[in-house]
């Protein structure tokens, strides 16, 4: 979570966790938003890799075991999924393309995301 491919990489992470890391702080305090970020590293980490063995085992397909990922993305994931969560009912926009219901707003950049990028690790992400 804590190296980046590029100065791109940092200054991209660095501007959504911008965005969504005050709005959160300012809702639930810096020790609660420290916390989660915290444990979201050690998470979103697990989470990789326990996706990455059933990817092996069960599909027979190693790509997910042979990559890495570099970054802040999968907390930046969890922050905006968190993000989504305390305000349901408010629609957002995906890069102003278009919009989408809070509830599905995480996904739909996600989606956005790997193919405005397509070099990204999706499992990364």
């Known amino acids: 979570s804590f190296l980046h491919g ?13 965005t969504m890391g005050t709005h959160l702080e300012r809702t639930f305090g810096t020790l609660w938003h420290l916390t989660t970020i915290l444990w979201s590293v050690v998470l ?6 326990l996706m990455a063995v059933f990817a092996m085992y069960v599909c027979g397909w ?32 995906v890069f102003g393309l278009f919009r989408v219901s809070s509830k599905t707003y995480p996904y739909a950049s996600l989606v956005a995301i ?9 499992l990364g992400q």
Not at 6 to 13: L, Q, Y
Not at 114 to 122: M, R, V
């Open 114 to 122: 790997q193919l405005i990028l397509p070099n990204l690790s999706f």
């Open 6 to 18: 590029s100065m791109f990489h940092i200054a991209a992470n660095m501007m959504a966790f911008l």
């Open 62 to 93: 190693t790509g997910w075991m042979d990559g890495h990922s570099l970054g802040f993305s999968g907390t930046l994931f969890h922050l905006l999924v968190i993000q989504c969560k305390i305000n349901p009912s408010m629609d957002q926009s």
């Open 44 to 49: 979103v980490s697990c989470a990789e890799l």
